[in-house]
Each structure stands twice: as structure tokens, then as C-alpha cells.
């Protein structure tokens, strides 16, 4: 006998393995996908930024502040509506409310420090975009973008998290399509304000009275 | 196929001797733009491999024959080139922020500051005084940080341009090498001390003096323009008596306490005799705008410009004829030419006649420009004169003595001149009108053993002397020294005392303008960053000994001044001053005295006896046009721009004509040796067409061993930028002399030229296309008024090359070409009035965060400017003229650059832009190599990262927060300052309104002195931009091919002289 008719006798593998064949095929053809879905998945905006919601030096409440008792967003972020940042108000737009108001509240202890010590505050950055992209608060609200489309219900956050993707898709969509977000200049600050109208409707009217063609340029937003 | 045999007909136009030969150097960088991209691992010396190739040397100053430059390696190279990778701008760091979850901070400020907008420019006006006269800015500080300079259009000197030094003031402001210490010498070395240990030193030794009323006390200070440094040191010497005051500018530009002002818009024909007005005068960047203005054809009339010169000058490049004669021989130029016009009978002068008789190849200069020779030349340039009287001006200029501005004053009233174009004052200030004593005296008290203390206000005299001033031993011979300097330098590290100076955008101070002394106020923009101290300071602590508040002194002053000219003193006229930067009643005025009053120009030495070296030859020094007289040697930005004449970077050089160095055996880039009064320096020789025979041109400035790491620092073992020449100028001679002798060497020394860089190549380009027009087109006044030849002419060129009917038939795209709705951006570059000073390429340097890549790199052909200048000789080698044409990306309708681009890195927007996509460039490079105009700039190296250094943190202040800071593999080029158009655009649209033509301003656009870019909307019917592309002299470059280049050129009107064409034409027959 000779050693190859062996092997024929005696295959390595049992006999029953070639009905798994089939399943090696499915598993190859699916583990790099599953692989690279996860990857994307757990890379994407959609899981890394949203949700975000980091300690804040003060437990500023725009709950509280925004939401109970109505005050404006521009009542501390004045350049909103003429400076690309909507900056953040300097210690002395808080005290010129806690002087009285709260003054002596043990929440506030940090104000108070940087007011009299003439020492800023170190808020934590919550919508940070790239250093890549050139964004313009004023552009965006004296259009009729009102602020609650990008970082959503403020007036319900204790503290502030991020709602949205803040993506190149995601600003291209409304870029593309920015009757979806527009509204009367009056109601940019509105939280809870709600067309009338189908929104649609009135997206594609104030679009075209205030000639509002966003463009799509990559100078657009990178320099 | 040379370029000299090319069949193209009419002016040739070549951009080096290289070119004109077709040497390898230039096929080098024709054939590939990045010559040495494959290879950039290996030294100049490994590369040529054979033995019997010139051998490179690292320095000038230290030749051995065969030291290699230092291999361009990518991260271990030059400890300077190194550093230089910080030199640009950077937010490589925080570009990283990609990894979400980096925890970032918002620092809100507790109290913001009135008027402030976090993240909005502010502009703030300030004035910058250079060597005794001053320049009215604009200052754009953004988050109280100053970031970009322009200039003031309501300040006479500035008229809203500014020149390169102005530009690259912002680099200066945050170089980590500024000291930021007071330093004390002490045995072992010096030792850091406080200002307060100072001020403990400065109280009792002042008192001291003052009980002595001052003797052996002496002031060295620096020219300035400021009216409270001068009423403070009239203070100090009327305290103390015996004190004396010296003051010393190795680089004056301007002579004695008489100043001249011209108005050139007013004259009709303009005569420089050695006088760079519109590159280094004080006033040279008005005199751009006016000259400028002037060349605009109105009715068929426009200025005409003769330069007589020893050297190429930008004025000299402006000319319309331009004659090269040696410094020593204008002397004679100017007697001849009082000669002719005041006997009205135009002859020949015996002044140039001798000249020519001893130095035979004067007379052979004769060349389509000068009309065939010196003498012909001065008669039509006379009868010109004559012809314009009241309306014409003859300038000299500063390196001339004394007898030729008393002759040129002469020419002046003879033509009517006076009080019509030309106007003459003594220097207002009441530190000019008592002269200071000059430095010689310092050093002959010094020696002398009188000097117990020496205070020396900025400058840096150790370094920047007379060879035969040693004032570095006269240091030594003085008890007390003291220092105030921005930079711890030369003289600071002999002195006593060294005391860090603020700079002019961290201090409070005054200064006036040339010539009529326009007030302004110097004003801080950001506090001292190294804890310096102004000279104001420094005075009022001697005098008072306490520290002043700056900001009142200068009140003071300011109110002085409005009560003797009656202008307002209350705070709302100071904050009025402080808003316009300048003083709406101008002392000027009253300052102004009668010619009758005027003193007679001093005299200079006359020079001593020349010692007979057996030559002929004459040494000019002059200010270097971006170092100056070494002061900005630590720039890289200055020292990367390219010289507007030779092109050079990072060097100085022996500047010799064609005819000089062939008589002497000198090859380009050879190291000479110069042999002047027992003085010997070994520096490379350039040969430049169009300088004087047996003339000899070097720049001061350069040779540093005390600068800092960019221009050169002994003690931190970084080698000097250049060679130092002041160890060869003598006292007796400070601006030229003859008695020179040049020696070969026979060893090469590489000059990082750019002019050769990013050729376009028309010359391979022959075969497939000889419809390629010039790159640069030229006409002259007759042409353009007369029957608009000018560009028939090319239609000539074009028809008889190709054979084809002209103009060439419109080209169907390959590509669908888009339609512009909105915006259409665009530029024109108006070629006759721009004449090539280098402030734009600064300024496009400073607005878009463009690195400083060293002499290593710009060797490779690897500069990042966006912007280039490109210089063009015409006519005979011997006497060219030059013609200069900035080119940046002209983003073309029908990019090539997109067409080949793989990743879309760059694509075109909806109006018009060729956007470029860091982001999305992996660095193939495919589009640098489609693009015909040579503009795309790549990333080799990542030239911001060491601002990981801590050292260097402060360098990241300079950039700009609108634009991008590109890392590795990345290319880039001219965006058309996106940032600005879109800055622009949002605020027209938050305010509800249209674009006016004029808000957008490019850098480049901005910055130009002479106003010869524009920038704007084509789809706006009214915009200045459109009226000039529809000018009949507008063409785009390389239209032929059907790029549409957006960027539109108007030919160059040249206005000659018919007489010397006429001249040119029978001596041609």
C-alpha cells in the first residue's frame, strides 16, 4: 500500500466539518463587516458626541435659569447675534445678579472667588468643534436659525449636554435643505416655539424673503 | 532649444543669466518644480559626485574649501533650520483635537474689557518709527493679541500701504529671542538681575551725576522721531550740563537736518540720481502711492522716471530710462546736469567725460536704455527737464555728499522747482535743531578716559561701527555702561548694564513723520511680553528717578504740542488722536521755514586718502531691503523674503555687473575676497545685469553673531545669516568709496536664489504650442494713446509664431463650464504700477500663517510663499530693465489643478474660488505638477510642530485665528484671503446689505504701496476690479490655454524718451 491511498483512507479532518463549510463562508464574509460597522459605529459622532455632558466647574442650571425663570440666551450671550462665538459671559454678567440674588448661596462659592480675586472661570468646553471649522453664531441666528435646532432643549438642562452630531453631514443637511430650521428672527431664542404652519411651509417663505442660500462650499466653513 | 534662439519676437524677457544661457541651475528648476524631491536625503556634495565639481562651504565667514552644507535630512538637520519649523504658525496640537473627550476649557474673563468681542478684530492706531521718521499703522489685535499689521490711510507716510519692515513687525513683537531680562556683568559672566535691582543701581548713580552736573556722563541713542523723547533728553542736559548727547544710525535714511519732500504726483518727469525714493527712503512708501498715481495714463500723459544708479534699486526698476554709472561718478552726473540746465544749452560735460576716460567700460554701457551712452543720455534727460520746468523733479540721495545736494538744489531752483514739486525744511524737533554730537566723539572721549558712564539707547554700535571706530575697546574703557535694547546683542553683552526695551506695539510713545513731521501717538497693543522697558522710561527714571506713567508723558507732550499749533488738549482730543492715530492740525506747517533760513547742507568729511591697492574698483554699502542695517536680522520672515532685486534669501553678496566679474574671473555664487582699506571680508559674488561696471554693491546688516537663533548666535552655536561688512566700511568713507580689490576664491558657495524657482515653462512648451503668449507684456505710452499697438503687437507675435489668424479662436472646454450667479471673485494686478518692493509676499505671510522654511529649503526650491515676485531682465545683459510681476494661484475658471486631483482636495466653489481641502489632501501632488503658473506650495516637512517647545509658545501668538495651519503632506497656495471674503460676507448679511466694491481687501492688496492690486466682485457691474479687467491692456497669463485664469495682468506702459529711442534705433542701424 502506498502512503497516498493512506491519506485518502484517513482524511485530517471528520467528515462531518463539510457541512460547517457553508457557515465559515457566512462568517468570513460577515465578521470584517460587523468589524468595520462597529468601528464606525463606536468612532461616529452619533456615539462619541452626543450626549456628552461634562461637570461644570459652577452647577449652572439653564434649567433654572433659562427654563423657570425665562430669561433670554442672549441676556448673558450678548455676541451672539454679531461675533462668531456666542461667548461666555464674563464673571461679572453673573454677579450682576448674585450680588443679591443668591449671594450668600453655598453653590457659589467659585463666583464669588473669581469675582473677588479677579481670577477667571474654567468652563468645560461642551460643543467643540474642530479647530478646522470656521462656524459663525451670528450667521446662523440673524438668519432665523434659532438655537434650540443645534444644541436642543436648553431650558430643560440641568446641565448642558450635547443633542446633536455636530458633523460635516449633519451641518451639510441643513446647509442643503434649510427650510427644515428656519424661523422668524424674533423666535430665534424661543425654546419652545412652534410654527403655526407646516414648517415647511413657512421655511420655504422665509427662505426666499430673506434670501437665504446657504452655501456649500468647502471655503464655506474650512479656511 | 535656448531661449535665446526662441523665434518669439519682440522684447525678450528672460529671469536670470541662467535662463539666458539656458544654464543647468535654471533647466533644474524648469524641468521640476521641486528639483530635489526624490532625493532630499543627500547634501549638495553628494549629489554632483564627482570630485572635480566645485566644493560647497557652510559659511561664508569660515571657509575651508570643503565643508558641505549640511545634509537636508528630515528631522536632525541645522539646529537653526530646526528651530525655523517654529517659525510659521501652529495649531498642530490642539489640530489633534479630532480624539473627542480631550477635556477643553472656555476661560471667560471676569470683568471684559469696554468694546471687546471675544474672538473679534479690533484695530488700534500706532505709528512705527524706523531710523528717525515714521509710518502710521493699523494695528488688528484679535483677543488683545496683535496678529496682522496695515497701514493708516489717514497717516501721511502711509496712505494706507506699508512696506515689508512694517509687515514683519508682528514676528519681531513675539520672537522668543527678544530678552526678556536685565542683565548685570559680573565676574563669571553676567548675572540676571531685576528691574528693581536697576532702579536701586540707577537712583544714587544718578544722583550722583546730577550733583556733578553730568560730567563724563554721555547719551548714545538711536534716531527717533519721538517729540517726549526729545523734550525728556533736553530735560536731562539741562539738569546736567556737562552730559553729551551722541546719536548714531549706521543706515541713515535720510542726510544732515535738512529734508527734502517731493510731490511726485505733480511731476511730470522724475530724475533719481542714487536716491531709492520708492524703496529706501523714509518716505518711500507714500512716494510709491504718488508715483504710482502717476503712472496712470490721464489724456494721454504719465510721469516719466530716469534713474542714474550704481546698483539695481526697486526705483531703478520703475524706471523708463535707467542709466548705471558708479556712486562715485553721480558727483559729476549731477555737475554736468546743473551745467546743462542752468547754461539751457545741453552739451557735453566734462564731469562725464573724465569718467568715462578712466574707466573705459563706463562708455560702453551705452545700451537701448540709456540711449547709447552717458552723455546722450544726460542731454534728452535735460531737455526733458526743460521741457517740464515747475513740474519735474531731480532727487539724490543720502550716500551722496553734501556738495551734490547743495548741486541738485541748484538743478531744482533753476527749473522752477521749489515750492512747486519740491520742498525743503529743516527737521522740526528740538532735538535736531541743536545737532547731536556724532559717535566719533563718544570714541575719542572714551579713549581719552572722560567717559564714567555711557547710557546707550537702543542700537547696537559694538556690531553695527565703522572698522575704524573699535568701539567695542572704547566699551571697555568706560566705567558704567548701560543698555537698552529688544534684543540682548552685540554691544548688550559688553556693557554693564543690559536693560530689555519694549517693543513699539507693547510701549507708549510719539513719533513723526518724514518730512513734515505729522504727529502721531505710539500706542500699546499688548503689555510688555517680556517685561520691557521703553526709552521713555528709561529717561524719566534718571530724571526722576521713579518709574513714569508712559501713557502721561506722551500726554503731556501731545498737549504741548496742540497748544502751540492750537489743536484741542481735552481728553476727547486725545482719545480723537488715539482713534486716528495722527494729529489733525499737523505741526508741519508751522515748522516750515523759509529757503532763505535754510542752513547750508553740511559737509561731509571729505574722504581720506585712498590708499592705492592697485584697483579701480568702488564699495558701496547700502541698507539691506529686509534686514536694514541688521536690526531685523532675527526675522525670518525678512530674511526669507527675497531680495526685489537679486532674489536672494538668506544672504548678502557682492553684487558685481556681467562685464566686472568676467574681467576679474569670477564666477556667480563664487566666493571673493574683498580687500578695502586693511580691511578683508570673503563673501559670495553675485552677478547682477545692470550694475555698474567696476562698482561693487554689499549690504550691511547681515553677519550677525549676537542676533538670535534665526540670524545668527555665537553663544548658542547658530552660524551668522551672511557675512558682516561694517568690518570693511570706514568713518571716512560710511556710504562708498574706490580702492576696493576683489579676489576668487575658486570656491562656490551656495545662494538660496528663488528667481529661478517655479519657473513657467514656455520653452518646452514651444513645440506644442507656440501660440503661448508672454507671461509679462510690456507697451509703451505712444503705443497705448497713439494707435493701441501695444497689444497689437502681441496679436503679432501670436499670428506670426503659430501661423495662425490672431487672436487665437476661443477654445471649446473640455470641462462644463459653471455659471456664476452670486459673487465672482477676481483680481487685477495693474504690472506699471507695482514696482516689485516684497511688502505683499510679507504680508501674505503674516494674514495666512505661512512657515519660514530656512535656507536649506529654499536652496531645494521649497519656499512656502503663496506669493511670488517674479523678476524679468530685458535688453542687453549689460544694461537690462527689469520688469517685475507678482503671481499668486489666478484661480482659474477651468482649474487644472482640480481636473487631476484624485481626492477633491481641491475644488472649485459657486463663486468662483479654487477652494483648497486641507482635510481631504493626502499630498500626490498631482496638482502642482497641472498647474501651469507654478503657485502650489507642499508641505514637505511639518513646519510648526516644534511649537511644542514651551520656548516657542509665544511665537503661536502670531497667528492668525481665521486661518488654518497646515501640517505634513498638505499642499497649499493663494485662497484670495478667503478668511476676509467670508468675514465680509457674514457681516454685509447680518447688516442686511450688499457687498460694497472695496470692502474686501486681499493682504497682498492691502499692504501694496503703490496700489497696484485690486480685488472684487466680476458679476458687480461698478466694481473697480471689473473696470480694470476691462481695460484694453488686461490679458491673463497663459490665457492660451484655456484656464481661465481669474487673475487678469494690465500690460506695463512704459513712457520712454523718443529722443533716446530714436537714439537707440540709429545706433542699432
Not at chain 2, 528651530?83 to 470683568?111: D, F, H, N, P, T
Not at chain 2, 504718488?290 to 490721464?298: D, H, L, M
Request: aromatic share 6%.
Amino acid at each position: 500500500m502506498s502512503g497516498k491511498s493512506n491519506l485518502m483512507a484517513d482524511p485530517i479532518f471528520p467528515k462531518w466539518i463539510d457541512r460547517l463549510r457553508p457557515l465559515a463562508g457566512v462568517l468570513l464574509a460577515v465578521v470584517p463587516l460587523y468589524l468595520v460597522g462597529m468601528a464606525y459605529y463606536a468612532g461616529s459622532p452619533e456615539t462619541t458626541d452626543v450626549g456628552y455632558s461634562p461637570v461644570q466647574p459652577i452647577a449652572y442650571s439653564h434649567a433654572l435659569h433659562v427654563g423657570e425663570m425665562g430669561m433670554d440666551c442672549r441676556f448673558c450671550h450678548t455676541t451672539v447675534e454679531s461675533a462668531a462665538f456666542a461667548a461666555i459671559p464674563p464673571t461679572e454678567t453673573c454677579m450682576t445678579c448674585h450680588k443679591n440674588v443668591a449671594a450668600e448661596s453655598d453653590k457659589l462659592p467659585l463666583l464669588r472667588a473669581s469675582w473677588a480675586d479677579e481670577k477667571p472661570i474654567h468652563w468645560v468646553k461642551v460643543h467643540d468643534l474642530p479647530d478646522y471649522v470656521y462656524f459663525d453664531h451670528s450667521a446662523h441666528v440673524t438668519r432665523g436659525i434659532g438655537c434650540v435646532s443645534c444644541h436642543g432643549r436648553i431650558d430643560r438642562m440641568e446641565q448642558v449636554a450635547q443633542v446633536e452630531r455636530l458633523s460635516m453631514g449633519w451641518c451639510l443637511e441643513c446647509h442643503r435643505n434649510p427650510e427644515q430650521h428656519l424661523r422668524p428672527q424674533e423666535f430665534v431664542t424661543a425654546m419652545d416655539w412652534k410654527p403655526i404652519e407646516p414648517q415647511e411651509v413657512l421655511g420655504k417663505r422665509l427662505r426666499e424673503k430673506n434670501n437665504i442660500n446657504p452655501s456649500t462650499d468647502c471655503s464655506t466653513c474650512h479656511r | 532649444m535656448s531661449s535665446l534662439e526662441r523665434p518669439s519676437a519682440g522684447k525678450q524677457y528672460w529671469r536670470s543669466l541662467a535662463e539666458r544661457a539656458d544654464a543647468p541651475e535654471f533647466r533644474r528648476f524648469l524641468e521640476a518644480e521641486f528639483p530635489d524631491a526624490g532625493v532630499p536625503y543627500l547634501s549638495p556634495t553628494e549629489k554632483t559626485g564627482t570630485g572635480s565639481e566645485p566644493k560647497y562651504v557652510g559659511t561664508a565667514g569660515a571657509v575651508t574649501g570643503s565643508v558641505p552644507v549640511p545634509v537636508f535630512d528630515g528631522d536632525d538637520g541645522l539646529s537653526r533650520r530646526r528651530w525655523l519649523q517654529l517659525m510659521g504658525a501652529s495649531l498642530a496640537l490642539a489640530g489633534l483635537s479630532g480624539c473627542r473627550w480631550e477635556k477643553r476649557e472656555l476661560v471667560a474673563e471676569v470683568k471684559r474689557p469696554k468694546g471687546r468681542t471675544p474672538g473679534k478684530p479690533q484695530r488700534l492706531a500706532t505709528a512705527m518709527d524706523l531710523a528717525g521718521s515714521a509710518i502710521g499703522l493699523l494695528v488688528t489685535c484679535v483677543d488683545g493679541r496683535p496678529i496682522k499689521i496695515e497701514g493708516n490711510p489717514r497717516h501721511p507716510a502711509s496712505l494706507g500701504g506699508t512696506d515689508a519692515f512694517t509687515q514683519a513687525a508682528i514676528l519681531e513683537l513675539y520672537d522668543p529671542d527678544r530678552s526678556h531680562d536685565v542683565y548685570r556683568a559680573a565676574e563669571g559672566g553676567p548675572i540676571v538681575q531685576t528691574w528693581d535691582k536697576f532702579a536701586e543701581f540707577a537712583r544714587p548713580h544718578f544722583a550722583a551725576l546730577r550733583k556733578s552736573g553730568g560730567a563724563g556722563f554721555h547719551i548714545l541713542a538711536e534716531a527717533s522721531s519721538s517729540p517726549t523723547r526729545a523734550i525728556l533728553l533736553e530735560q536731562l542736559l539741562e539738569e546736567l550740563p556737562d552730559a553729551m548727547w551722541h546719536e548714531y544710525e549706521p543706515a541713515a535714511r535720510e542726510r544732515g537736518p535738512l529734508r527734502t519732500d517731493f510731490d511726485l504726483e505733480a511731476s511730470e518727469v522724475i530724475v533719481c540720481l542714487d536716491a531709492d525714493l520708492l524703496g529706501a527712503h523714509p518716505a518711500a512708501v507714500r512716494y510709491a502711492r504718488e508715483f504710482a498715481k502717476g503712472r496712470e495714463v490721464v489724456e494721454g500723459r504719465m510721469n516719466r522716471l530716469y534713474v542714474v544708479e550704481s546698483h539695481f534699486t526697486v526705483t531703478g526698476a520703475s524706471a523708463d530710462h535707467r542709466l548705471a554709472i558708479r556712486a562715485e561718478q553721480i558727483a559729476g552726473f549731477a555737475e554736468a546736469l546743473r551745467r546743462a540746465i542752468e547754461g539751457r544749452a545741453p552739451g557735453v560735460s566734462p564731469g562725464i567725460e573724465e569718467a568715462n576716460a578712466s574707466h573705459p567700460r563706463a562708455d560702453a554701457q551705452g545700451s537701448p536704455d540709456s540711449g547709447g551712452s552717458p552723455d546722450k543720455f544726460l542731454r534728452a534727460m535735460a531737455d526733458d527737464l526743460l521741457a517740464h520746468k515747475g513740474q519735474c523733479v531731480v532727487a539724490v540721495g543720502p550716500r551722496q555728499p553734501g556738495h551734490v545736494h547743495e548741486t541738485v538744489r541748484a538743478i531744482n531752483a533753476a527749473l522752477g522747482n521749489m515750492e512747486q514739486t519740491v520742498w525743503r525744511t529743516v527737521d522740526y524737533g528740538p532735538d535736531r535743531l541743536e545737532a547731536p554730537q556724532p559717535i566719533e566723539a563718544l570714541i575719542a572721549a572714551a579713549n581719552a578716559g572722560h567717559v564714567g558712564t555711557l547710557l546707550i539707547l537702543g542700537g547696537n554700535p559694538v556690531y553695527n561701527a565703522p572698522a575704524d571706530l573699535p568701539f567695542a575697546e572704547a566699551l571697555a574703557k568706560i566705567g558704567t555702561t548701560i543698555h537698552l535694547s529688544r534684543y540682548r546683542d552685540e554691544t548688550s553683552r559688553l556693557c554693564t548694564w543690559h536693560l530689555p526695551e519694549a517693543h513699539f506695539l507693547e510701549a507708549w510713545s510719539d513719533a513723526r513723520s518724514y518730512p513734515g513731521g505729522e504727529y502721531s501717538i505710539v500706542q500699546p497693543a499688548i503689555a510688555p511680553l517680556n517685561d520691557g522697558r521703553s526709552a521713555l522710561e528709561i529717561l524719566s527714571l534718571l530724571l526722576e528717578g521713579r518709574w513714569p506713567d508712559a501713557e502721561k508723558l506722551v500726554r503731556k507732550t501731545f498737549e504741548t504740542i496742540a497748544r502751540i499749533v492750537g489743536g484741542g488738549t481735552s481728553d476727547q482730543a486725545w482719545r480723537e488722536i488715539l482713534h486716528n492715530g495722527i494729529s489733525p492740525a499737523s505741526p508741519a506747517a508751522l515748522m516750515m521755514p523759509l529757503e532763505s533760513e535754510l542752513p547750508a547742507v553740511v559737509e561731509s568729511k571729505p574722504a581720506g586718502k585712498k590708499e592705492k591697492s592697485g584697483s579701480d574698483l568702488e564699495i558701496v554699502f547700502c541698507a539691506d531691503a529686509k534686514v536694514f542695517d541688521g536690526r531685523f536680522a532675527n526675522n525670518g520672515w525678512l530674511q526669507e523674503l527675497p531680495d526685489p532685486m537679486t532674489r536672494l534669501t538668506w544672504d548678502n553678496a557682492a553684487i558685481l555687473s556681467p562685464a566686472t566679474a568676467e574681467r576679474l574671473g569670477v564666477a556667480n555664487g563664487e566666493l571673493v575676497r574683498l580687500k578695502y582699506r586693511g580691511g578683508e571680508a570673503q563673501l559670495p559674488a553675485y552677478i547682477m545685469p545692470g550694475q555698474a561696471d567696476a562698482s561693487v554693491a554689499v549690504m550691511l546688516g547681515y553677519g550677525r553673531t549676537a542676533a538670535g537663533q534665526v540670524g545668527g548666535s555665537s553663544a548658542d552655536g547658530v552660524a551668522p545669516v551672511g557675512v558682516d561688512v561694517y568690518r570693511l566700511r570706514h568713518s571716512a568713507a560710511m556710504h562708498f568709496d574706490s580702492g576696493l580689490a576683489v579676489e576668487p576664491t575658486g570656491v562656490k558657495y551656495p545662494l538660496a536664489m528663488t528667481q529661478d524657482h517655479f519657473a513657467i515653462d514656455t520653452v518646452g512648451m514651444e513645440a506644442r504650442a507656440q501660440r503661448v503668449g508672454s507671461l509679462i507684456r510690456e507697451t509703451t505710452l505712444s503705443e497705448e494713446t497713439g494707435t493701441g499697438r501695444g497689444l497689437a503687437e502681441h496679436e503679432a507675435v501670436e499670428k506670426d509664431s503659430s501661423g495662425q489668424s490672431a487672436p487665437h479662436p476661443r477654445q471649446e472646454s473640455l470641462w462644463e463650464e459653471p455659471e456664476y450667479k452670486g459673487h465672482r471673485w477676481g483680481m487685477a494686478i495693474e504690472l506699471s504700477k507695482c514696482i516689485g518692493c516684497g511688502a505683499c509676499v510679507v504680508a501674505c505671510q503674516a494674514e495666512n500663517n505661512i512657515p519660514v522654511v530656512g535656507k536649506e529649503r529654499v536652496l531645494v526650491g521649497r519656499e512656502m510663499h503663496w506669493l511670488r515676485i517674479d523678476r524679468y531682465f530685458t535688453g542687453d545683459p549689460a544694461d537690462p530693465q527689469i520688469a517685475v510681476q507678482p503671481v499668486a494661484c489666478h484661480h482659474c475658471e477651468m482649474a487644472p489643478c482640480e481636473q487631476v486631483c484624485p481626492f477633491g482636495a481641491t475644488v472649485h466653489s459657486a463663486e468662483g474660488l479654487n477652494d483648497m481641502v486641507y482635510n481631504r489632501c493626502v499630498g500626490t501632488r498631482y496638482c502642482a505638477n497641472n498647474c501651469p503658473y507654478k503657485v502650489r506650495r507642499f508641505n514637505f516637512f511639518n513646519y510648526h510642530k516644534q511649537f511644542r517647545d514651551a520656548a516657542n509658545e509665544v511665537l503661536k501668538m502670531a497667528h492668525n485665528p481665521e486661518v488654518t495651519v497646515r501640517s505634513r503632506g498638505v499642499m497649499e497656495k493663494c485662497t484670495y484671503c478667503v478668511q476676509r471674503i467670508q468675514a465680509a460676507k457674514i457681516a454685509a448679511k447680518n447688516e442686511g446689505r450688499p457687498i460694497e466694491d472695496g470692502e474686501i481687501r486681499t493682504a497682498c492688496q492691502q499692504a501694496c504701496p503703490a496700489g497696484a492690486i485690486v480685488f472684487g466682485d466680476l458679476n458687480d457691474k461698478q466694481s473697480a476690479v471689473l473696470r480694470a479687467c476691462h481695460s484694453k491692456r488686461a490679458y491673463g497669463m497663459l490665457a492660451e490655454l484655456n484656464v481661465k485664469p481669474r487673475t487678469q495682468y494690465l500690460t506695463r506702459v512704459r513712457n520712454p524718451n523718443p529722443v533716446l529711442l530714436t537714439l537707440r534705433v540709429r545706433e542699432e542701424a
